[in-house]
């Protein structure tokens, strides 16, 4: 199994722009989570999806920011219009009802300049 | 969600066995205990999950006493390796995906 597979590895934009985050779970996950990471506030749960459905957004910090799970190999985390705060490691995580724990993918570092 | 607390850092020497603690005092009946690994530009990684008692496997143990108010990881015969943030987290693996909020985490340093 290839793992939890995130794209870009890296991404750096100016302020303003749209970014799209994307993710592909571990095939067979139905749960999908989305964390940011930063220095100063660790690592944020912003949404998590069971079985393509949005389950809790309470983490999502702002209207820019907006998830989506239109099947169940496929999520994106979409950041529109960015800003130079939003800059972090934002990772996304699978998981299923028999695992235990959640499997990581390797992460997008985003820069917003 | 029950809160976690843990050492902000602990240094190590290789081969020494590391036990880390983790506070736990409003854990839910549900609620299991599961431990992370993170190393620097990598997502964490599962290391193990306990509900009571003890859990042991390649990499680790976990203790959890009859309260379940604390857990504590340890990790035999530590090496330069070893050295990461290490999570404790509570949840409720329930039926589905569950809320899992990550603390802080403890940073251990491994030294040769």
């Known amino acids: 199994d290839a793992g939890v597979i995130q794209s870009p590895r890296h991404e750096v934009t100016e302020m303003g722009q749209e970014v799209t985050l994307r993710c592909k779970p571990i095939s067979g996950h139905n749960s999908l989570f989305w964390y940011r990471q930063t220095m100063m506030r660790g690592l944020e749960l912003l949404i998590y999806?069971?079985?393509?459905?949005?389950?809790?957004d309470s983490g999502m910090p702002e209207d820019r920011f907006s998830a989506k799970m239109p099947n169940a190999s496929f999520s994106t985390l979409k950041i529109q219009p960015s800003e130079p705060r939003d800059s972090a490691v934002y990772f996304c995580a699978s998981s299923s009802l028999t695992d235990k724990g959640y499997t990581f993918g390797s992460g997008t570092r985003l820069t917003v300049v | 969600l029950a809160k976690t607390t843990q050492p902000i850092s602990m240094d190590s020497y290789e081969g020494q066995e590391v036990n880390i603690t983790c506070s736990h005092n409003?854990?839910?009946?549900?609620?299991?205990i599961t431990w992370y690994q993170q190393f620097p530009s990598q997502g964490p990684r599962f290391i193990i999950q306990?509900?009571?008692t003890k859990v042991t496997n390649e990499v680790a143990s976990l203790f959890i006493p009859a309260d379940r108010k604390s857990s504590t990881l340890s990790l035999p015969r530590v090496s330069l390796s070893d050295t990461a943030v290490y999570y404790c987290?509570?949840?409720?693996?329930?039926?589905?995906?569950?809320?899992?909020?990550f603390g802080a985490g403890t940073r251990l340093f491994v030294k040769a």
């Open positions: 999806f069971n079985n393509n459905v949005p389950i809790d």
């Open positions: 409003n854990i839910a009946t549900n609620d299991y």
């Open positions: 306990g509900y009571k």
């Open positions: 987290l509570v949840g409720d693996q329930g039926t589905g995906g569950f809320k899992t909020i």
